[in-house]
């Protein structure tokens, strides 16, 4: 996403340097025959081309009104996801009871699964996962620009709430009730919400997810993972099946209620996992873009010889900046119709992964952690 104050003259010219080119060098051919060689056919009454620029700014205009209106709906998508997953951290680590209930000889009691995934939610967790990580700010404010501000500031470092869920050390007073006790199957769903986030940014980009979402499975649920089509929607049955586990696993009066309402979480995320998908695999359709790209084409070839008679040597230099104008109408509208391709007018979904990071796993009590990503050269991915 462009987020810097002045668009770059690299991305300006990708979009419309060689075809303006070309209509300049039309232009200037046109002009020279007219008042060099006195070729006066090369003029035509100026009407029909005036008719169909308005035409065509409307044209243009309703196609680049429908690609926008899917920019946003993805960037509204993406601010969903960004909400739901501070939901589902909140109800994991809020309503997941600490207890287990276990079989008579002190074994946790684990229900059968029927497949290879759903396996490895129903077994027993293995080593908490610890990676390391660097410090920084918690990467949820940004100025107009994309830039993260650090709202602690470094004279105001944070506890290191992981330190106080050590067996034996008491935590200390005004620390909130949610970060005690910690379960590793709480720590475990909220890892799998952030890997979760960024299966589904690799996803829509068409990327391998697998080095995104290493550090927040165990090797189990990689291998089971794998071997999947649809890796997003995968890690959320595999979270459902872990949901089902635990609560069938403890005696709890209002277990029925607040398994209810983590599924429902999950269906949300689920409905937005299938509207990417929507705006991914369904583009607009193809009359909307290859008309408006031809009749520009025309357009911009027609207009030296409609105001060469009026303009005379001018005709080049008023071609080049009408072309300069519809060809970046054009252009713009073409690369804002698909968000998730990793371009320049992509939704930044690495930018709202790493401030999703950062948020849940300040949540479950952690300080070191990954530091917001900065826009370069004004671009926000």
């Not at 075809?19 to 100026?46: F, K, M, N, Q, T």
């Not at 970060?179 to 829509?204: K, M, P, S, W």
Request: glycine share 6%; hydrophobic share 45%.
């Amino acid at each position: 996403m462009i987020v810097g104050r002045m668009l770059s003259w690299r991305i300006i010219l990708r979009y419309t340097g060689r075809p303006v080119v070309v209509h300049i060098a039309l232009a200037l051919a046109i002009s020279l025959g007219y008042e060099a060689l006195d070729a006066r056919w090369l003029s035509v009454p100026a009407l029909p081309v005036t008719l169909l620029a308005a035409a065509l700014g409307v044209l243009l205009g309703f196609r680049n009104n429908s690609a926008y209106e899917r920019w946003w709906e993805a960037r509204t998508i993406w601010g969903g996801l960004v909400n739901a997953s501070r939901t589902l951290a909140r109800q994991v680590l809020t309503f997941l009871p600490a207890p287990r209930a276990q079989r008579s000889d002190g074994t946790p009691e684990t229900p059968s699964a029927t497949s290879r995934l759903v396996q490895t939610a129903v077994q027993p967790e293995g080593p908490a996962l610890a990676p390391a990580w660097s410090k920084v700010g918690d990467g949820a404010v940004r100025d107009q620009f994309g830039h993260a501000r650090d709202l602690r500031g470094p004279s105001a470092p944070r506890a290191n709430l992981a330190t106080f869920l050590h067996p034996g050390v008491e935590p200390p007073r005004g620390i909130p009730s949610m970060f005690e006790g910690i379960t590793e199957d709480a720590r475990e769903l909220v890892y799998a919400q952030i890997g979760f986030v960024n299966a589904l940014r690799c996803h829509l980009r068409r990327q391998d997810p697998f080095p995104e979402i290493t550090p927040f499975f165990r090797p189990s649920v990689l291998e089971a993972l794998r071997v999947e089509q649809n890796v997003p929607a995968a890690i959320l049955l595999w979270m459902g099946t872990r949901m089902r586990r635990i609560y069938s696993d403890i005696e709890h009066p209002e277990k029925v209620y607040m398994r209810v309402s983590m599924d429902e979480t999950l269906t949300e995320l689920t409905n937005y996992l299938g509207a990417c998908e929507r705006i991914k695999n369904t583009p607009l359709p193809r009359q909307y873009d290859i008309l408006p790209h031809a009749m520009v084409r025309a357009y911009l070839a027609m207009l030296p010889l409609g105001v060469v008679a009026d303009l005379g040597v001018l005709t080049p230099l008023i071609t080049a900046i009408i072309a300069f104008l519809f060809i970046a109408l054009d252009a713009v509208g073409r690369d804002v119709e698909n968000p998730f391709e990793d371009a320049v007018s992509d939704t930044p979904m690495t930018a709202l992964c790493r401030t999703i990071e950062i948020n849940l796993r300040q949540m479950v009590g952690e300080a070191e952690l990954p530091p917001p990503l900065q826009p370069k050269d004004g671009l926000l991915y």
